[in-house]
T-cell receptor, first 109, second 113 residues
Framework: DAKTTQPPSMDCAEGRAANLPCNHS???????VYWYRQIHSQGPQYIIH???NNETNEMASLIITEDRKSSTLILPHATLRDTAVYYC??????????FGQGTELSVKP | DVKVTQSSRYLVKRTGEKVFLECVQD?????MFWYRQDPGLGLRLIYF???????EKGDIPEGYSVSREKKERFSLILESASTNQTSMYLC????????????FGPGTRLLVL
């Protein structure tokens, strides 16, 4: 099973890009990398996922290294409402989420 | 949009009580999951179901049971609540494959006294 590691906390200035790293050095070739975020006292919210190629949607961009051992979630223009805990994870073959500790992102004015 | 609802946002129960947590989804998804979330431990899978009346144990099934009589509804049952089951309980749903994106409900914060 792929395990993920993330820094416990990060700060970002409002309006700047927030770059959240994740290491998943044991990920296997067919395991997607998923990113969710959780605002205090709410359920996790899906952001984006990817396998090999970089991905972009209306919320964020996902950059996956060529060896797939790490990825970076980019919030291009962080707002105060982006303050949350961000989780990077993958599934194992049985569909089990392998959720790590996450990164607590604080966006400051 | 996928909508996943949970029966209660906050619940207070006494030790030994039988507790029912219910989750309902409106997207005709095959797969439903129950997790608990505790500080420092992240999300841990309790049970999941890939079809009506089908269930599989997750990582921490002890002290819990589940029921899925209808496709849209997945219930988590604490047969005899204990204080160490005080936690945030999250329901999630996913489409045909277990590897599809999971969508979470708002969570139920359970306190067992």
């Amino acid at each position: 099973d792929a395990k993920t590691t993330q820094p416990p906390s990060m700060d970002c200035a409002e309006g700047r890009a927030a770059n959240l790293p994740c290491n998943h050095s044991t990920i296997s070739g067919n395991e997607y990398v998923y990113w969710y975020r959780q605002i205090h006292s709410q359920g996790p919210q899906y952001i984006i996922h990817g396998l090999k190629n970089n991905e972009t949607n209306e919320m964020a961009s996902l950059i996956i290294t060529e060896d797939r051992k790490s990825s970076t979630l980019i919030l291009p223009h962080a707002t105060l409402r982006d303050t949350a805990v961000y989780y990077c994870f993958s599934y194992n073959q049985g569909g089990k989420l392998i959720f790590g500790q996450g990164t607590e992102l604080s966006v400051k004015p | 949009d996928v909508k996943v609802t949970q029966s209660s946002r906050y619940l207070v129960k006494r030790t030994g009580e039988k507790v029912f947590l219910e989750c309902v989804q409106d997207m005709d998804h095959e797969n439903m999951f129950w997790y608990r979330q505790d500080p420092g431990l992240g999300l841990r899978l309790i049970y999941f179901s890939y079809d009506v009346k089908m269930k599989e144990k997750g990582d921490i099934p002890e002290g819990y049971s589940v029921s899925r009589e209808k496709k849209e509804r997945f219930s988590l049952i604490l047969e005899s609540a204990s204080t160490n089951q005080t936690s945030m309980y999250l329901c999630a749903t996913a489409g045909v494959s277990l590897l599809e994106t999971q969508y979470f409900g708002p969570g139920t914060r359970l306190l067992v006294l």
